[in-house]
């Protein structure tokens, strides 16, 4: 089975290298598809010293994040794609190779893991733990969704549904993932194991004006999507992260190495 990962990249030359190291370094069959915006940082130059065999790169102007994602599955040839942030890193060098073992079972559509979001500097620094837990469509109705840069899906879900909205802004993924899993009721299963180290961050959570407007963003991921959410349902999908605040004070990274036991879910 072969898995292509997607990387959106625009002015991302602290981290990108990186980024191509850990897609690189998978025990798997896999390509990469890297899109830049068309970056003024030398994100292009460090991109093309670290490429491979089996990179595909391309850089020009863009829509934003989700139109360089869609891109790539457009030119995506692997069974399963993935989408990691150019800021991001895989867990450990097994993460392609059990998401393709996960796969192997036709009746599996979709799968995701765990994530841990790290210090910037320093990627062994857990400072929140995403702790996703098993799979059940209704609890996206309790403010639950997957984390995103782990959420594995077969090429012909793509096809089949459609690729990313670019109207959505950050609540993209997040309307997605209704799309296919709440709407069209697509299978999926949980690995029980930090997949993705992603560094701290995020657009959305940078001020109380882009965590309102991210609400509002969800809110119309329910509503294209003729979906009903319940009235705790968007309130609840913040306030599920406080757990991930609480959990790195009981997780030591270096003793994981970044692949956790099976844990209890949320």
Known sequence: MKVSIITAVLNSGKTVADCIA????QNSNQEHIIIDGQSSDGSIEIIKQHIGKSTVFLSEQDKGFYDAVNKGIQMASGDVIG?????????????LKKVSECLSDESVESCYGDLVYVDSA??????RYWQS?????K?????W??????FFVRREVYERYGPYRLDRGSASDYEFMLRVLLKHKISSRYIPEVLVK????????ASIKNRLEAHRMDRKAW??????????TLPMKPLRKIGQWIKPHFVNGSELGFESPELDSE
């Open 22 to 25: 850990s897609v690189q370094n």
């Open 83 to 95: 989408i990691l942030n150019a800021d991001d890193v895989y867990a450990h060098d097994r993460v």
């Open 122 to 127: 320093d990627n062994k620094q857990i400072q």
């Open 133 to 137: 837990g098993h799979y059940h469509r």
């Open 139 to 143: 609890r996206f109705f309790h403010g």
């Open 145 to 150: 969704m997957p984390p995103h840069p782990t």
């Open 198 to 205: 992603m560094r701290v961050g995020g657009q959305s959570n």
């Open 223 to 232: 509503d294209v999507n003729s979906l009903k959410p319940y009235p705790w």
